[in-house]
């Protein structure tokens, strides 16, 4: 498993090995002692799984309180990830990071707590799946506006996107709620 830093540094671009051959393909997803040498240690409390068409977004998401760190990967189609740091002490706040995940380029993403996190459908259909290091707690979690000029993320939209309300509704980042 070879893990490459983003521009957010905590935040890692992780590739596992792959063996393939006539009959098809094996890796392995999750494998503790493998993530803990490449940097992600973290327990793992809760598995979602989302099926999205074309064009959805979904995002920015991050809770206030039991900050999720999360493992996300595709495995079906191919959706553009987007992680924002929002942590106001870190060098990098407010400052994103977008990364092609698919079900063929096989990468994952490692996104510690503190993050905001979203992704855009680029193909017919995605399924994403992620684990998370805390589990979900409705009354905490906040929606950063996704289109915000203030965080410049630059989605290769080819029309709007399908937003859920609370998407629609998010916070721009100047009056949204962050960490220390």
Do not use: C
């Not at 068409?53 to 189609?77: I, M, N, P, S």
């Amino acid at each position: 498993m070879k893990a490459t830093p983003t521009a957010l540094p905590e935040v890692l671009l992780i590739e596992p090995r792959v063996f393939g051959d006539a009959r098809g393909f094996f890796f392995e997803s999750y494998n503790r002692r493998a993530l803990t040498a490449v940097g992600v240690g973290e327990e793992f409390v809760q598995d979602n799984h989302s099926r999205s068409a074309r064009g959805v977004l979904r995002g920015l998401h991050y809770q206030v309180q039991h900050a999720q760190g999360k493992l996300v990967r595709v495995t079906e189609g191919e959706v553009f990830d987007v992680v924002v740091d929002l942590r106001r002490s870190s060098p990098t706040f407010a400052r994103s990071v977008g990364v092609n995940l698919s079900a063929e380029n096989r990468h994952m993403l490692w996104i510690p707590p503190g993050f905001a996190h979203g992704f855009l459908v680029l193909s017919d259909v995605a399924e994403f799946l992620y684990k998370t290091t805390d589990y979900w707690y409705p009354e905490f979690e906040r929606t950063l506006l996704w289109n915000d000029p203030a965080l410049g993320i630059d989605w290769p939209l080819t029309g709007a996107p399908m937003l859920a309300a609370k998407d629609s509704a998010g916070t721009p980042l100047a009056q949204a709620e962050a960490y220390p």
